[in-house]
């Protein structure tokens, strides 16, 4: 069963920075890509960001040029450092893993933006 464990979330003022962590049970080379999704409050779970295996990634336009992705294939974790944050991405993160038909989720970590 592979489990996918989040942390970093936390309250931050607007402006500040956050960097969430997703540490998987397993190499991450099995997977063809890992990301992050959240769910605000009465809203649906959105994608933030991706990353493939290949290193290729990809970004919800309102967080283009303030979150970044990455990878350490060595430590089986992605990471999503999120700058200059805004109270609009208070959400709940969710590390995701998918691997040919299969998705796998991680339970969440909240952030809050607020001052």
């Known amino acids: 069963q592979v489990q996918l464990v989040e942390s970093g979330g936390g309250l931050v003022q607007p402006g500040g920075s956050l960097r969430l962590s997703c540490a998987a049970s397993e190499t991450i080379f099995s997977f063809n890509s890992m990301g992050w999704y959240r769910q605000a409050p009465g809203k649906q779970r959105e994608l933030v960001a991706t990353?493939?295996?290949?290193?290729?990634?990809n970004y919800v336009n309102s967080v283009l040029g303030r979150f970044t992705i990455s990878r350490d294939n060595a430590k089986n974790t992605v990471y999503l450092q999120m700058n200059s944050l805004k109270p609009e991405d208070t959400a709940v993160y969710y590390c995701n893993a998918a691997r040919d038909l299969w998705d796998y989720w991680g339970k969440g970590t909240l952030v809050t933006v607020s001052s």
């Open positions: 990353i493939t295996s290949g290193g290729n990634t």
